[in-house]
């Protein structure tokens, strides 16, 4: 039998590296709520993102969460239905409507095309999510946000050091948040970061992910407990020494799969964009199952038969999900790339320890 083959596995830090450091916090006695070693991170990710100022989470979730609150989002949030289900659940937890728009097929981003259409008076924000690190339209919808006074929070969950023209794509929209999940090109084990672009904005989020606390006898408002520790900031320091490396080698994996399957007749797949260094954190593939003669799920699922373990990011479409399916803009008629999309994608394996081997061992099934 052969070995598994997952959709992803963790950048691990050198063990050895790890556990000297893990002496270094003992000693200290200081290991959480805002100590050396996240104070170090958030320096070291500013200058390895290029971005400003960087505020570290526990999760790639509660960034979401706490952008809307700081932001002072109300009423509706136009969104996208083909993410994570935590894009849509953090507007659902503020209390706010969201409202979907359909994606652009050529980045499974939000289409720029279908945005006016769903503004109303309530409207006061857009979360677009840069699906698989593939930019959206930044240009195009930083125009509509500004014609109508709206903010906009990128879900840049998959875009750790996704640059557009040598600038990060986290420098776009009011807000950008990442997750540093074990499953994404950088990862703390769970984590996530805030980037913004004034330090006013940066002190509001450092005060709101530590429950509102201003100082020891002030809050300034309604916050939350979304710190990272010291033994998930070190981790995060240690991989940081080796995600070029990690992102090069996911890169090799991208050639070798885009050789083999451009005849394939059937299978669709992203090139890489002009002026964009990508990070290669998903390889989605799109089953055009006339064409190719097969339907997503059976090669879904004879790739399951062979150890594969490939995943249908991102299926089901959040909008058919109990919850959400009974809003007015979740209709498979307003969303149609959406509803395509979600029942043609696979992500195949696409990780840092993928051999050539690996990846053709995924070949030979997708390749008939
Ligand atoms: N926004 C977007 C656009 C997102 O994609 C996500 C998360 C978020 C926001 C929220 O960020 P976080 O709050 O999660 O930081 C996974 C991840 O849990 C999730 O972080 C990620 N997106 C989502 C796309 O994928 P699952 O349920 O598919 O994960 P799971 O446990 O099935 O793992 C996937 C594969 O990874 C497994 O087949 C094996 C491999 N794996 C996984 C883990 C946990 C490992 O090799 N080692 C591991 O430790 O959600």
């Known amino acids: 039998m052969k070995k598994n083959l997952t959709v992803t596995t963790p950048l691990m830090p050198d063990l050895g590296?790890?556990?000297?450091?893990?002496?270094?916090?003992?000693?200290?006695k200081w290991i959480t709520n805002n100590g050396q070693f996240h104070q170090q991170l958030e320096e070291a990710l500013c200058a390895y993102l290029k971005v400003p100022y960087v505020s570290?989470?526990?999760?790639?979730?509660?960034?979401?969460?706490?952008?809307?609150?700081?932001?002072?989002?109300?009423?509706?949030?136009?969104?996208t239905p083909y993410t994570f289900v935590a894009t849509t659940h953090s507007i659902w937890w503020n209390g706010l409507k969201p409202v979907?728009?359909?994606?652009?097929?050529?980045?499974?981003?939000?289409?720029?095309?279908?945005?006016?259409?769903?503004?109303?008076?309530?409207?006061?924000?857009?979360?677009?999510?840069h699906c698989y690190g593939?930019?959206?339209?930044?240009v195009r919808i930083q125009q509509i946000a500004d014609k109508y006074g709206l903010k906009v929070i990128y879900d840049a969950a998959h875009c750790f050091g996704v640059e557009v023209n040598g600038k990060s794509i986290l420098e776009?929209?009011?807000?950008?948040?990442?997750?540093?999940?074990?499953?994404?090109?950088?990862?703390?084990?769970?984590?996530?970061?805030?980037?913004?672009?004034?330090?006013?904005?940066?002190q509001r989020i450092d005060y709101l992910k530590n429950f509102g606390f201003e100082s020891e006898t002030e809050v300034i408002a309604p916050g939350i407990n979304s710190k990272l520790d010291e033994m998930r900031a070190i981790y995060g320091l240690l991989n940081l020494r080796q995600v070029d490396d990690a992102i090069e080698a996911r890169h090799r994996v991208a050639i070798h799969y885009r050789e083999a399957l451009r005849p394939v007749q059937g299978i669709r797949f992203f090139d890489d964009m002009p002026g964009v260094r990508h990070n290669y954190s998903y390889f989605p593939i799109f089953v055009d199952a006339e064409e190719y003669g097969m339907t997503r799920d059976e090669l879904f699922f004879k790739l399951r038969e062979h150890n594969i373990m490939s995943r249908r990011y991102f299926y089901p479409l959040i909008s058919t999900f109990s919850t959400y399916r009974g809003l007015p803009s979740a209709t498979t008629e307003n969303l149609p790339n959406a509803t395509r999309i979600a029942n043609e994608v696979i992500c195949l394996p696409m990780h840092h320890e993928l051999s050539e081997e690996d990846v053709d061992r995924v070949l030979e099934i997708v390749v008939k």
């Open 100 to 129: 979907f728009v359909d994606i652009d097929p050529s980045n499974c981003g939000m289409d720029p095309d279908r945005i006016e259409a769903a503004i109303t008076p309530r409207t006061t924000a857009i979360m677009p999510v």
């Open 172 to 202: 776009y929209g009011d807000i950008s948040t990442l997750s540093f999940h074990a499953t994404k090109v950088f990862n703390t084990v769970e984590g996530g970061a805030m980037v913004m672009h004034d330090a006013a904005t940066k």
């Open 134 to 138: 593939k930019p959206c339209d930044i």
């Open 56 to 79: 570290l989470f526990t999760n790639g979730t509660l960034p979401l969460l706490t952008a809307l609150q700081a932001l002072r989002v109300s009423g509706e949030v136009i969104t």
């Open 17 to 28: 590296e790890f556990s000297q450091m893990l002496k270094d916090i003992w000693e200290s």
